[in-house]
């Protein structure tokens, strides 16, 4: 299924793509978010979580995300059960979110962290927010409170960012401040209209 107005807006974990997200809101973008949906996901899926991994990833009723993540990243079989629960859920929400997107006729952004490794949506154009494999293992470091293994287990998950780069239709660069990233997203809107405009 080809999505004429939707933008993909991908990266790595910890490339900043969340802060990219809202400088494209305040801009007047609607932004489909994959990571919403997969969490909205996660909560409908209790029952089958249970089955997969068990009570220990339960704290009471609630789901605790830290010990699911603790699981998934230290098992690529563990992260393919939960891939093949959620994804195909994801998928489907976010599709139907996209139609009804595309009924309006105008530009709006798909934030989809694993856009490259799904290789599920056909859309007009991709944009990766990138910073270097340096930079994004400090960033998830310090923000996940992570020691270097665990953080490099993480992106490891997820294709290369430079790969990632190589692919894309534009590059956001996030390697220093706010001031510049915010520039860089200015620039990239512009793209974006010149494109959607012709």
Known sequence: MFFKYACVL??????GKSTVCSFLKLQGYSVIDADIVAKEQLENSK??????????????????????????????????????????????????????????????????????????????????????????????????????EAATKRISSQIDIDEKKRRADWVIDNSSDLKHLEIETKKFIEYMRDKTCK
């Open 47 to 148: 029952k089958e979580l249970k089955e997969l991994f068990g009570e220990a990833i339960f704290d009471g009723v609630t789901i605790d995300r830290k010990k699911l993540a603790d699981i998934i990243f230290n098992s690529q079989s563990q992260r393919e059960k939960l891939n093949n629960l959620i994804h195909p859920k994801v998928r489907l929400e976010m599709k139907r979110l996209a139609l009804e997107k595309e009924k309006l006729g105008i530009p709006y952004i798909v934030d989809i962290p694993l856009f490259f490794e799904s290789g599920e949506y056909d859309c007009e154009l991709s944009v990766v927010v990138y910073t270097s494999k340096e930079i994004q293992l400090k960033r998830l470091m310090k923000r996940e409170g992570l020691n270097e």
């Open 10 to 15: 991908t990266g790595g974990i910890a490339t």
